[in-house]
T-cell receptor, first 112, second 111 residues
């Protein structure tokens, strides 16, 4: 069974540009989560989808971040426009129940 | 607001030693606590999950304990090996379903 996959593994962009991160959860997992870790800080929750609906987006830092989940399958996280403080590692996780989240390898975002 | 702290931030031990990693959290109203392992450039691998009603979980050379009332957990690694070198993360799950992570302990096991 394939695990959670994320694309790209690394993205380097200029400040002000747009970047879209993608996450493919484990097949059949209705719950999908986005987290991020900025330099020197702990991993923090961004939002939680149940199928295609946003269950909790309390961790989204501001309106430059837009997350979608098409048809309850893969999810995208768009940052527009990107700022320097957005640099970090963005993790996606999925789960079948509300527990035991399975994490992807992360996307390292560098904003110059 | 839940805060999770891990001590030490880094640890270096010779191969074969037993070691303990510590995790503390401020709000004892948790559903469970998980220990993860992260290797460089890789995702998070769940090692052990302890439900709030449990006191400990064991998997091979790993043993995790939970004292919910005092807000503490420990991860005990027996007979450490160089392959255990990684960053170990502690995370608690609350009623909001999301996980609150500590900043991790970077473990190096020296051959």
């Amino acid at each position: 069974e394939a695990g959670v996959t994320q694309f790209p593994s690394h993205s380097v962009i200029e400040k002000g540009q747009t970047v879209t991160l993608r996450c493919d959860p484990i097949s059949g997992h209705d719950n999908l989560y986005w987290y991020r870790r900025v330099m020197g800080k702990e991993i923090k929750f961004l939002l939680h989808f149940v199928k295609e609906s946003k269950q909790d987006e309390s961790g989204m830092p501001n309106n430059r971040f837009l997350a979608e989940r098409t048809g309850g399958t893969y999810s995208t996280l768009k940052v527009q426009p990107a700022e320097l403080e957005d640099s970090g590692v963005y993790f996606c996780a999925s789960s079948q129940t509300l527990y035991s989240q399975y994490f992807g390898p992360g996307t390292r975002l560098t904003v110059l | 607001k839940q805060e999770v702290t891990q001590i030490p931030a880094a640890l270096s031990v010779p191969e074969g030693e037993n070691l303990v990693l510590n995790c503390s959290f401020t709000d004892s109203a948790i559903y469970n606590l998980q220990w993860f392992r992260q290797d460089p450039g890789k995702g998070l691998t769940s090692l052990l999950l302890i439900q709030s009603s449990q006191r400990e979980q064991t998997s091979g050379r790993l043993n995790a304990s939970l004292d919910k009332s005092s807000g503490r957990s420990t991860l005990y690694i027996a007979a450490s090996q160089p392959g255990d070198s990684a960053t170990y993360l502690c995370a608690v799950q609350t009623g909001a379903n999301n996980l609150f992570f500590g900043t991790g302990t970077r473990l190096t096991v020296i051959p």
